[in-house]
């Protein structure tokens, strides 16, 4: 009984896990491409003031606007692929259980602080969206650019929250496999993963057997 509910959970968390791939990754994608569009509207920007004497209207309007995304769009994907900085010089020398609830404990202090950012970011939001705040310059609409902060917030919140779920299960039994959860990388992990991420290949499934 105890193994069917275990793999109960890991096919919840599993679900979960996949569901919320797709989001992340097309939240990751718009940030990218933010990205890819401040570079070349700075180029455009360049080139219309040095050669034509005449810069872009509201250049610095849609830089300001394009940083939300930018900056927080791509929190939950870099989440699920653990590239968010971590302290783990005490993490690497736990195994089993203890590993598990050091891993259930930052999650939950994580999941704490992102719950806050989600609500304030909303609150904000919704401000913005009721006076109709606008830009100095060219008062392009600010809201659209504030409403990208909650629904990034909220996606790495629920990611947390699958990780969390993830690492409770393994806590209960290290020797479970893993599903949704970190697990500390070695440095030739870390290269391995970073190349097939480059050539295309989805990572997130692989695990270090840590903590079993």
């Not at 783990?88 to 089993?96: A, I, Q, R, V």
């Amino acid at each position: 009984m105890g193994k069917t509910n275990n793999d109960a959970r890991a096919g919840w968390i599993g679900r979960w896990d996949r569901f919320m791939m797709p989001f992340e990754d097309a939240a990751n994608l718009i940030a990218a491409t933010f990205i890819f569009m401040l570079m070349v509207l700075g180029v455009v920007q360049i080139v219309m003031r040095t050669f034509f004497n005449n810069p872009l209207s509201g250049y610095i309007d849609l830089v300001e606007l394009s940083m939300a995304g930018m900056a927080f769009l791509g929190a939950a994907y870099t989440q699920r692929m653990g590239a968010h900085i971590r302290m783990e010089l005490l993490l690497g020398y736990l195994k089993g259980r203890a590993y598990w609830l050091a891993e259930v404990a930052g999650t939950l202090v994580g999941m704490g602080i992102v719950a806050v950012l989600v609500w304030y970011s909303w609150d904000h939001f919704l401000r913005s969206f009721q006076i109709g705040d606008t830009t100095i310059d060219a008062e392009y609409p600010v809201w659209p650019s504030k409403l990208l902060v909650p629904i990034a917030f909220a996606f790495w919140f629920i990611r947390l929250g699958v990780q969390l779920a993830g690492s409770v299960r393994l806590l209960i039994d290290p020797t479970l496999p893993h599903e949704g959860v970190l697990s500390l990388k070695d440095a030739a992990e870390v290269a391995r993963e970073e190349a097939q991420e480059a050539l295309g290949h989805d990572v997130s499934g692989d695990t270090h057997q840590k903590g079993h």
